[in-house]
């Protein structure tokens, strides 16, 4: 059974930084991409950045050169540096964990992740 474990987030004030920590696993197959998805009351859920079982990342392009990922060696974990925080990032952030081709494509095509963790909160305040 695919696990997500999700840690860290918390309040910052506009300019602050978090870093979220996310662990998978449990998973066998081939493949596994990773990535931190973020969700506002009353929004949809959006992808924020994603690497896939190749090493390559994409990234939300109002998040660019503000957030990074890393991954251990086993590729099993994804930690996101958001640095420059804005309002804006203010929300609850997921970490998903899917089979997938490139990671561009686990960010547009979010709707097919299986694997979720609980989400943690990342408040920003002006």
């Known amino acids: 059974q695919v696990q997500v474990m999700e840690s860290g987030g918390g309040s910052v004030q506009s300019g602050g930084s978090v870093r979220l920590s996310c662990k998978v696993s449990?998973?066998?197959?081939?493949?596994?991409?990773i990535g931190w998805f973020r969700q506002t009351p009353g929004q949809e859920r959006e992808g924020v950045a994603a690497?896939?079982?190749?090493?390559?990342?994409t990234y939300k392009e109002a998040v660019k050169g503000r957030f990074s990922v890393s991954q251990d060696i086993a590729k099993t974990t994804l930690d996101l540096q958001a640095n420059n925080l804005k309002p804006e990032d203010t929300g609850t952030y997921y970490c998903?964990?899917?089979?997938?081709?490139?990671?561009?494509?686990?960010?547009?095509?979010?709707?097919?992740?299986?694997?979720w963790g609980q989400g943690i909160q990342v408040t920003v305040s002006s």
């Open positions: 449990g998973y066998t197959d081939e493949g596994l991409c």
């Open positions: 690497i896939d079982s190749d090493g390559i990342s």
């Open positions: 998903g964990a899917e089979r997938c081709m490139a990671s561009r494509y686990l960010l547009r095509d979010f709707v097919n992740i299986r694997h």
